[in-house]
């Protein structure tokens, strides 16, 4: 009654409300909750103040929460187009977090203002659901999310979180994502290596390397000292995702308890070091890999490939001589290609840095500028490397990451795929000839 008083703001009388709220309860037979909307919708209010949702920290939350309000930080935000009973929509999902923990949220209605990462917003009226064992925030048709000042809430430090409710979610590496926390990881630990790193001012030591399951490989940072030692096959009960420019990451800290396994469980190191080939299409659902492989065609050279300058100061490539930090200075010649590649199922940026462009252009560095003083103009090795790259299949390896451009990877080594066109063709046409 009151709330429908507040929402409406004096706008109409208690009798009026009284009477029309019996008529939708006892007449029409609508819930209470449906009948304080329609009353409020009726006479021109906003539904969505009658919210009485109950305020929660992320770590409070369970799955099945009707209507809870929350302030958090906006960690990631992504766009996708899924398919709800036959009609396309846009719906909005990535990562929030508070001081308490990160969870996974999806938007599935048009929010009334864009949503960036480092934003702070005040939900009301967000239910909740279960997802692989993981509670996942929703924003419905009944959520209203407002902004608030940057300072309105601390940010999430990981390592310094409640302990972990329920038991840890077994998950693959390549099905880790940002944002899950108290998974099970079981994989081997490829290798190891104690680090000091500073925080909040203070040294602390973190065990980092890199470990894998079949599925894939991964970064890590143990916060404790769990004695790890390279080779050896381990359970993780406990771990957090965090991602680094994309590629998911997993950590862990006094929190998680450490199995050590038979050895054998797990393909041995040599199998599991090598780089898995994946698809680019899996790649941007994950936002990123360490250390894959991708096949596919280069289709075109971006802007800024060949023999460019960089600001000896900061490595910034030049335009026309100037850095956008340092003004007009003597640049330094590099080569460098930054190629769209596609391998049918996406396209991502490749980078191949200056060694990797010598190799592909069968030239070194020094030749390069010599050709371009000839020629008095850059643009003839960007041209050869166009001859030499675009249209061709090639193999590259590298860690892929991404940001509001796409994917992008770092190659790390590459080969270009001879596809000898007459030789297919000749042996096409001999096995017709031997079956006709
Ligand atoms: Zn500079």
């Known amino acids: 009654m009151h709330d429908i008083t507040r929402a409406l703001g004096d706008k109409v009388s208690e009798q009026e409300i009284e009477r029309e709220l019996s008529s939708y309860l006892n007449v029409y037979r609508v819930s209470l909750d449906t009948a304080k909307r329609s009353i409020v919708k009726k006479h021109g209010g906003n539904p969505a103040t009658l919210a009485v949702g109950v305020s929660k920290t992320l770590r409070e939350l369970v799955p099945g929460e009707q209507s809870v309000n929350l302030l958090v930080r906006i960690v990631s935000v992504n766009e996708k187009d899924v398919t709800v009973e ?6 909005l999902y990535g990562i929030l977090g508070d001081p308490t923990t990160t969870i996974p949220f999806t938007a599935w209605e048009p929010l009334p203002m864009t949503l960036a990462k480092g934003d702070i917003v ?12 993981q509670v996942q925030v929703n924003f419905g048709f009944r959520t209203v999310v407002a902004k608030e000042a940057a300072d309105a809430l601390p940010e999430y430090k990981p390592g310094t979180g409640a302990p972990y409710l329920g038991k840890p979610t077994p998950v693959r590496v390549v099905d880790l994502r ?3 926390s108290n998974v099970q990881v079981t994989a081997r630990i490829l290798s190891v290596e104690r680090r000091e790193v500073e925080v909040d001012g203070t040294p602390k030591a973190v065990f980092s390397g890199i470990l894998a399951d079949e599925t894939g490989k991964t970064q890590f940072s143990a916060w404790k000292d769990f004695g790890l030692a390279d080779g050896e096959v381990i359970r993780i009960d406990g771990a957090y995702v965090k991602s680094w420019r994309g590629i998911p990451q997993i950590s862990f800290d006094e929190r998680a308890t450490i199995t050590r396994l038979k050895p054998d469980l797990l393909p041995p190191l040599d199998v599991l070091s090598a780089s898995p080939r994946m698809w680019i299409e899996d790649l941007a659902e994950r936002g990123g890999a360490a250390d894959v492989t991708v096949r596919g065609i280069l289709i075109d050279l971006r802007e800024g490939s060949g023999l ?4 000896p100061e900061c490595r910034r490539v030049l335009r026309k001589g100037v850095c956008r930090l340092h003004g007009e200075v003597k640049g330094e010649p590099d080569l460098r290609v930054k190629a769209v590649l596609d391998d049918g199922s996406g396209a991502l940026t490749a980078v191949f840095d200056r060694e990797l462009t010598e190799a592909l252009l069968d030239k070194t560095l020094d030749a390069c500028i010599e050709a371009a ?20 299949p090639i193999e590259v390896r590298g860690d892929v990451t991404s940001d509001d451009y796409g994917l992008m990877m770092i190659v790390a080594s590459a080969k270009m795929l001879k596809v000898d066109v007459q030789t297919e063709a000749r042996e096409m046409l001999e096995g017709l000839e031997g079956s006709a």
């Open 86 to 91: 036959g009609e396309t929509k846009r719906i």
């Open 122 to 133: 005040r939900v009301q009226n967000a239910y909740s659901k279960e997802y692989r064992g």
């Open 178 to 180: 940002e944002g899950a």
């Open 308 to 311: 460019v300058y960089r600001c």
């Open 373 to 392: 003083r000839d020629a008095m103009s850059t643009d003839v090795v960007r041209d050869e490397l166009a001859d030499v790259l675009v249209a061709q």
